[in-house]
Structures are given as structure tokens and as C-alpha cells.
């Protein structure tokens, strides 16, 4: 697998992380498209697919089955322009404690 990144996510974010150098953008309109994408992106050759919180929290059952097999490519879940969502579980943190089987404490 490729050490590249893949961003899904509003046009604005996709832009910003254009700008910050990662190559492969997907911007998307809204929650279907942003399904379908995903389950493209996924099957590419990516390390690291990189959406929104918004997108993480309504696609939570596609990225949790999608990732339930692998720990690769990653799903990095950031916020988008509007700011970080109250959250109830930790994405990165479940990530973790999947991945290497420690659970981080606050």
C-alpha cells in the first residue's frame, strides 16, 4: 500500500488540505455522494482517508464496517470550517484501541 493521502469532505475543506499538499480531493454535496465516495476511496490504494466529523457521525456504521477488517486505509475524522462537534465517543481514540489495543485515557 502507498503511503498517500485522501481527503472526503465539503469543497471548502478539500480545498484547505489542496492547499496544505495532499493531491487526491473529493469534495462532495452531501451524505450520499459522500457514501458512495468513500466506499470508492476505500478500495484505492490510500493509507490515510481523511473526512469530516459531520461525515464521520452520519456514515459511522459504513466507516465502522468498512474498517472492521482492516486497519488500513485509516479514517481520520477532523472539523470541518464550522469547528469541532460535541461528540460523544472518540473516533481516534477507538482507532487506537483497535488498532494497538490500548485504550487512551483522558
Known sequence: ??????????????????????KSGYPV??????????EEVFKQ???IIITTEKIGDELRRTIDRLTKT???????????KT??????????GELIKRVIGVEMVK
Do not use: H, Q
Open 29 to 38: 454535496e452531501d451524505m450520499e455522494e459522500a457514501k458512495t465516495t468513500l
Open 1 to 22: 500500500m502507498k503511503s498517500s493521502i485522501a481527503v472526503i469532505a465539503d469543497p471548502d475543506t478539500v480545498t484547505g488540505f489542496k492547499l496544505g499538499g495532499v
Open 45 to 47: 490504494d490510500f493509507s
Open 83 to 92: 469547528g469541532p462537534s460535541e461528540r460523544k465517543t472518540d473516533p481516534i
Open 70 to 80: 482492516s486497519a488500513l486505509p485509516m479514517i481520520i475524522e477532523v472539523p470541518d
